[in-house]
T-cell receptor, first 115, second 112 residues
Framework: DVKVTQSSRYLVKRTGEKVFLECVQD?????MFWYRQDPGLGLRLIYF???????EKGDIPEGYSVSREKKERFSLILESASTNQTSMYLC??????????????FGPGTRLTVL | DAKTTQPTSMDCAEGRAANLPCNHS???????VYWYRQIHSQGPQYIIH???NNETNEMASLIITEDRKSSTLILPHATLRDTAVYYC?????????????FGTGTRLQVTL
């Protein structure tokens, strides 16, 4: 079974703090993703990575950065947390599939509250 | 990716089959049908996907109509733990990483 783990289930931070969210997958997947999920807005892609040290912006990268130094680990960084970054953060991983489409497997999510 | 239409909510008695429909009338030949579910406050869980043929795995069955304009996810013996929001997604065959876009889904309530 694919296992994607996230460092925290719940996190409370203050405005202006630097926040690190970590994601680890154990299936040697090449692709990793960070999404946020908000009521009424659905799932929105922040960043993704298709290889170590490679990253691509998603739809809402502003205020975020990412790091992928090892294949199994993908970190999301909020350089200076703001209240509008209060959200559920979801990490996913997948294998690229030639001639097909990738199946993404999600972690349990981190509910971040910024006060 | 093609748009999908699902009922907002459905009820199912525990032990009975839950049949969740999805309409994707604008699907193209290069698009897969995917199903995910999300139990309250948890990450989405992959269930099953298919292109043309019906598919079955340990969780569910996916029935795709011959014209591919609609599909049905079947949970053969629903339990209380199957209470969740179910998302039907149509995804283009890219061979590379691409984002998932969830619609509003169907909220399935399994009752005793």
């Amino acid at each position: 079974d694919v296992k994607v783990t996230q460092s925290s289930r719940y996190l409370v931070k203050r405005t202006g703090e630097k926040v690190f969210l970590e994601c680890v997958q154990d299936m040697d997947h090449e692709n990793m993703f960070w999404y946020r999920q908000d009521p009424g807005l659905g799932l929105r892609l922040i960043y993704f990575s298709y290889d170590v040290k490679m990253k691509e912006k998603g739809d809402i990268p502003e205020g975020y950065s990412v790091s992928r130094e090892k294949k199994e680990r993908f970190s999301l960084i909020l350089e200076s947390a703001s209240t509008n970054q209060t959200s559920m953060y979801l990490c996913a991983s997948s294998l690229p599939r030639q001639g097909g489409t990738d199946t993404q497997y999600f972690g349990p999510g981190t509910r971040l509250t910024v006060l | 990716d093609a748009k999908t239409t699902q009922p907002t909510s459905m009820d199912c008695a525990e032990g009975r089959a839950a049949n969740l429909p999805c309409n994707h009338s604008t699907i193209s030949g290069n698009e897969y049908v995917y199903w995910y579910r999300q139990i309250h406050s948890q990450g989405p869980q992959y269930i099953i996907h298919g292109l043309k043929n019906n598919e079955t795995n340990e969780m569910a069955s996916l029935i795709i109509t011959e014209d591919r304009k609609s599909s049905t996810l079947i949970l053969p013996h629903a339990t209380l733990r199957d209470t969740a929001v179910y998302y039907c997604i149509v995804r283009f065959r890219t061979g590379t990483a691409s984002k998932l876009t969830f619609g509003t889904g169907t909220r399935l309530q399994v009752t005793l």
